[in-house]
């Protein structure tokens, strides 16, 4: 089954500053989803963008989707240490054996220092 | 308030001895899945169920079965536990296909 691939695999920043993280992929999807990790607890969704869409934004979140380029970036702004998690990309395929459960790229570390 | 419980939290038990792993959601959600995480890995689906009595396979299935016999619960049974299962386990529920999935709080098992 398709993964993302975030890159980079690890980004270390100032409170203040902005966090890009990007997630790429080989084949076509129905949708592309954004998740938000603190260490060892569940995952939480941030956004989620449909392949018809181009960009969204959820308070200080901003997502872009380029579907020619197959990629997608999630940017951060004005970081604050809270901030600090994995961020991992999800894609739900047009098909994957019936099912349109999405399925996790290995994630991008960002660390922001206060 | 909207929940995925998974139980235990923590779970430390030895080779072969069959342990099952519970999850509960209470937002009647159809689609329910398990993944295990791994470092340098990512997560990996092992199974999922798009509703009662209807499961199938993820990408690691392998040493792991499930069964959803009521909508609430999906829960995840190791019959033969070995110790390349050990790692971090999630639970997650959905609304429905293509739309966000919410994850439980994990059950790290560690398997001697």
């Known amino acids: 089954s398709q993964q993302g691939e975030e890159d980079p695999q690890a980004l270390s920043i100032q409170e203040g500053e902005n966090a890009t993280m990007n997630c790429s992929y080989k084949?076509?999807?129905?949708?592309l989803q954004w998740y938000r990790q603190n260490s060892g607890r569940g995952l939480v969704h941030l956004i989620l963008i449909r392949s018809n869409e181009r960009e969204k934004h959820s308070g200080r979140l901003r997502v872009t989707l380029d579907t020619s380029k197959k990629s997608s970036s999630l940017l951060i702004t004005a970081s604050r240490a809270a901030d600090t998690a994995s961020y991992f990309c999800a894609l739900s395929p047009p098909h994957k054996g019936g099912s349109y459960i999405p399925t996790f790229g290995r994630g991008t570390s960002l660390i922001v220092h206060p | 308030e909207a929940q995925v419980t998974q139980n235990p939290r923590y779970l430390i038990t030895v080779t072969g001895k069959k342990l099952t792993v519970t999850c509960s959601q209470n937002?009647?959600?159809?689609?329910m899945s398990w993944y295990r995480q791994d470092p340098g890995l990512g997560l990996r689906q092992i199974y999922y169920?798009?509703?009662?009595?209807?499961?199938d396979k993820g990408d690691v299935p392998e040493g792991y079965k499930v069964s959803r016999k009521e909508k609430r619960n999906f829960p995840l049974i190791l019959e033969s536990p070995s110790p390349n299962q050990t790692s971090l386990y999630f639970c997650?529920?959905?609304?429905?296909?293509?739309?966000?999935?919410?994850f439980g709080p994990g059950t790290r098992l560690t398997v001697t």
């Open positions: 937002m009647n959600h159809e689609y």
């Open positions: 997650a529920t959905s609304p429905g296909p293509l739309y966000e999935q919410y």
């Open positions: 084949t076509s999807i129905n949708n």
């Open positions: 169920s798009m509703n009662v009595e209807v499961t």
